[in-house]
């Protein structure tokens, strides 16, 4: 096992890591920004929150979930431009924290995706910068 920040990183972690931000490149995937183990994508122009899950999808969810969600949708511009620091980004659908709010991800049931959205969104408010909050990600989850 590998040590990083007193945090154990196993060789198939790192390996799966290693590998997915290799293929991102390989496959053509939009510029990123990475100022720690979080690689964050530059936000794509025009970005909308059109495909944020919304509405019967949600309903049974508790309200406080339904919030997060509403908060995202706020800001699509902002978590497009923000990398997620779970799972996610192991899905074939995965772009952005943006992503982890569509259909069939993990958003609903995964606290780190609540988290970073409800961090991102307060900084926002703060009117902080894109690369401030990014700091601020890396600082908590990276």
Known sequence: MFKTNKKQLTRRSFLVSVSGISAAFVMGATPQRTYGMIVHPDP????????????????????????????????????????????????????????CYYPKAMAMGCDICQNEATLVYRRHKE???????????DARFG
């Open 127 to 137: 009117g902080q910068s894109l690369e401030q909050i990014r700091r601020a990600i």
């Open 44 to 99: 794509r122009p025009d970005i909308d929150a059109s495909l944020v899950m919304q509405g019967k999808e949600l309903a049974v969810w508790p309200a406080h979930i339904r919030k997060i969600y509403e908060k995202i949708r706020e800001i699509p511009d902002i978590a497009d431009g923000i990398g997620c620091a779970c799972w996610c980004k192991t899905l074939p659908t995965y772009r952005s924290l943006l992503t």
